[in-house]
């Protein structure tokens, strides 16, 4: 096959992940509803069934709510439960919007949504302004890094478009979402129900001169190009065809999770730690001289060498450390409790390995941040620290490093249930705590 160069990466702004999350009757699927219906981004057949259903509970105008609160408990009680996704586009950009829930029972629905997101639009109710539910939102979000925060400000139509009320209520988030690290907040006032500056720019609010949502989501800068990144590619199957045409190939597929991998380039296969140099690699058919996040590739490389489904293939020089004690902010998602001496399994990329839940260091409170020392478990919801002894070296970065490589599932290893999604590293507040001991129960690493 002739070796030929790949085109240059496209555009990370072509395309955004947002999320989008609320209190109780902020206004939220009303938001997301608008936002779809103003850009044109739903069929009629689907704004005919909203219509229909509109009707048929006494509402003369169309619930544009309904548009995203698909399940028959969200539509009868009024609220989120599950996270609703929603792909659609306007000639400027590409959109995958993530609607969560903002209830505090489903934090870890949340979480899910926002963990992909390079953007979090929070509602606010203007009558309300800042409560506990908007700064456990905020605290998620800086918690999973998200780069940008929106703050709508919505029911201005309720407290008369005053000035004052948002711009009090704006400097109060802010202040909170700085001392948490958010790195951006852009506030915007709004009306979901009239439609006040979501598509559309208000005609009652002209002290307001900044973009509406819609325009701030087509123009917001998306800073995490990961081709820049520490390049990893998690080997996902092992290729080799043994064939009349091909009797010595052996290739190494998987998708390429953050970086650029090039022909010649020194690289480390973790956790074994043996270097090699790229001799070649595939994509889709062709042989490139260059490849990059997120295609999905073979490598090719000039040693045979021993390398199998989970291995980490990176840049030598620039390789994460390998351990097995991994010390994460874990976001507990299962019903039944997480607790210290727990034997699970830990799923890092393509690999899985036996893991010992040593410690639960602590527990946090999102209201107020505040620490609770060694809880014991943790419970559906709960957010804390834990640490983890695997049975074999994994190769993680931390978590505000790399999203995609500093994260991971914990899984019960008698049914295969996720138990918990774990970021490698210390939160925004984790506090050190004394090691204590626990009971292995037979599995000793």
Same mark, same amino acid.
């Given at each position: ?53 509109? #009707? ?40 995958? @919007?993530? $609607? ?42 800086? @918690? ?20 004052? !009320? ?39 609010? +002209? ?17 995490? $190009? ?5 390049? *990893? ?6 290729? *080799?065809?043994?064939? =009349? ?28 730690? *043996?270097?090699? #140099? !790229? ?8 042989? !490139? ?25 990176? =840049? ?8 097995? +004690? ?19 399994? @830990? ?15 602590? *527990?946090?409170?999102?209201? $107020? ?33 790399? #999203? ?8 019960? =290893?008698? $049914? ?30």
């Amino acid at each position: 096959m002739s070796s030929t160069t790949a085109a240059e990466p496209l555009s990370a702004t072509t395309l955004l992940r947002f999320a989008t999350a609320g209190s109780v009757d902020d206004g939220k699927s009303t938001l997301v509803g608008r936002l779809l219906h103003d850009s044109k981004s739903i069929l009629t057949d689907q704004l005919e069934a909203v219509e229909h259903a509109s #009707r048929s509970r006494g509402q003369e105008a169309p619930d544009l709510a309904l548009l995203t609160d698909g399940l028959r408990a969200e539509r009868e009680q009024g609220i989120t439960i599950d996270v609703a996704y929603r792909y659609f586009a306007t000639p400027r950009r590409r959109f995958i @919007l993530a $609607d969560t829930p903002g209830h505090v029972q489903y934090t870890r629905n949340m979480v899910t949504g926002a963990s992909t997101a390079e953007l979090t639009v929070i509602l606010v109710d203007a009558r309300n302004g800042v409560v506990e539910q908007t700064r456990r939102h905020a605290a998620v979000s800086a @918690l999973l890094r998200v780069p940008h925060v929106v703050l709508a400000v919505n029911k201005m139509d309720l407290v008369g478009y005053e000035e004052a !009320v948002f711009a009090r209520i704006a400097e109060d988030f802010t202040a909170y979402a700085t001392e948490l690290g958010v790195p951006e907040v852009t506030a915007i006032p709004i009306s979901a129900l009239a439609g006040d500056n979501v598509v559309e720019p208000s005609a009652t609010m +002209d002290w307001y001169g900044g973009p509406t949502v819609l325009e701030h989501l087509e123009t917001v800068p998306v800073s995490h $190009d990961l081709t820049g990144c520490h390049a *990893r590619l998690p080997v996902q199957y092992v290729i *080799r065809p043994q064939t =009349p045409e091909h009797p010595d190939y052996r290739g190494y597929a998987g998708q390429i999770a953050a970086g650029t991998f090039r022909v010649g380039q020194e690289v480390t296969v973790l956790p074994s730690g *043996r270097t090699s #140099r !790229v001799s070649g690699i595939d994509l889709l058919g062709e042989a !490139v001289d260059v490849a990059w996040t997120p295609q999905s590739v073979t490598l090719l490389l000039e040693d045979d060498i021993d390398v199998s489904r989970g291995d980490l293939i990176v =840049p030598t020089g620039d390789a994460p450390a390998t351990s097995q +004690d991994v010390e994460a902010t874990v976001c507990h998602v299962a019903d039944r409790p997480l607790t210290v001496g727990q034997r699970v399994l @830990l799923k890092h990329t393509t690999r899985t390995v036996k893991a010992i839940v040593k410690e639960i260091p602590s *527990r946090l409170t999102l209201d $107020d941040l505040s620490q609770h020392p060694e809880p014991g478990r943790l419970v559906a919801n709960d957010i804390g620290t834990v640490r983890v002894r695997t049975a074999e070296p994994l190769a993680l970065d931390a978590y505000a490093d790399s #999203r995609r490589t500093g994260s991971f599932l914990l899984i019960d =290893p008698a $049914d295969g249930t996720t138990l918990a999604a774990g970021m490698a590293g210390e939160s925004f507040a984790t506090e050190k705590a004394a090691a204590a001991p626990a009971d292995d129960d037979g599995w000793d690493f």
